[in-house]
């Protein structure tokens, strides 16, 4: 096949384990283009140039499911803005509550590294204290003022 790269090839090209390509692959994100005499998958230049789209989507944070319905709206060649737009505003508004969360976690750590600096070096840490259950501790998943969420897998 002309101009076609294992799947081996292809990740090195990337600079992504092969793995990553297998994954994309089982999540529907990519196909081969074809195969070899030995039966090896071939992959062809759009299948490079839709795994970078892939890495980049990914690189701004949008999910899996996100980059689907980015590759299905690419594949079919219009690409309304509209449903662009409302991905990237979903995504934005996730980054705003992020960020929200890691702003709580700076505080309280700030808070936690100023008790430290407070109490002598031979006191028992009071932080310590603080990071321990208490019996009206049902779940690590209702401790505040850190919001739990699913954090996404990046591959």
Sequence with gaps: MEGGRTIGQLAGELGLPVSTLRYYERAGLVAPSGRSDGN?????????????FIRMAQSTGFTLADIRSLLALRDDETAPCGEVRGLIE???ADTAERIKEFKEVQLLLKTFLKKCEAAEADEECHVMEELEPTDSDSSVDELKPVKRTRRRTRQ
Aim: aromatic residues 12%.
């Design 40 to 52: 090896y998958r071939i992959y062809d230049r759009a299948a490079g140039d839709r795994i970078r």
């Design 90 to 92: 979903k995504r934005l």
